[in-house]
């Protein structure tokens, strides 16, 4: 809520719309529904081009939490070209872990693993741990839902290893 108030006082409306769409995704996972869409609606209005991209990406969250995985992946579709244009790589993996996961309680379990694939991957590229690490844990979830144990225990393992990094 500070960082809402100090980035509207500076009047700097990306950083404002990026703590409204955090906040909300918060706020969704508190079970504050009604809240959280209102600061997703404002941050929509006041977003400028530079964090479009990223608020399309946290209103889809906020549409994974409430556990409406279809509407995340539509926005998950809207989101990712204009991070890409925006350069915006390490969203762009966190979004496709996401929608892996979204993909999964879909029953696209195909279309899930080629997402969380590449999101395991890139995210070993750039060096990003954690993203890395919930990527395997989120393939294990997925091949054990398949019934594929083996593959399942192997993914798990990749992940404790980078979780051991840490």
Do not use: K
């Not at 530079?50 to 926005?75: K, M, N, P, Q």
């Not at 790589?89 to 979204?102: D, M, Y």
């Not at 997402?115 to 890139?122: R, T, Y």
């Amino acid at each position: 809520d500070s960082a809402i108030r100090w980035a509207a006082e500076h009047a700097l409306p990306d950083l404002e719309a990026r703590a409204r769409g955090n906040l909300a995704v918060l706020l969704t996972q508190l079970g504050r529904t009604a809240e959280a869409a209102e600061h997703l609606d404002i941050a929509t209005r006041i977003a400028p081009s530079s964090a479009r991209g990223f608020i399309i990406y946290l209103t889809g969250v906020s549409s994974h939490r409430r556990g409406d995985h279809r509407e995340a992946c539509a926005l998950y579709d809207r989101a990712q070209p204009l991070l890409e244009e925006a350069g915006d790589i390490t969203t762009v993996e966190v979004l496709r872990l996401n929608r892996g996961v979204s993909l999964i309680y879909l029953g696209d379990l195909n279309g899930a693993r080629v997402e969380l694939a590449a999101a395991e991957q890139a995210a070993t590229r750039l060096g990003l741990t954690v993203l890395a690490g919930m990527a395997a844990h989120d393939l294990g979830f997925l091949e054990g839902r398949r019934g594929h144990l083996a593959d399942a225990l192997e993914a798990y393992d990749r992940a404790e290893a980078r979780y051991r990094e840490l």
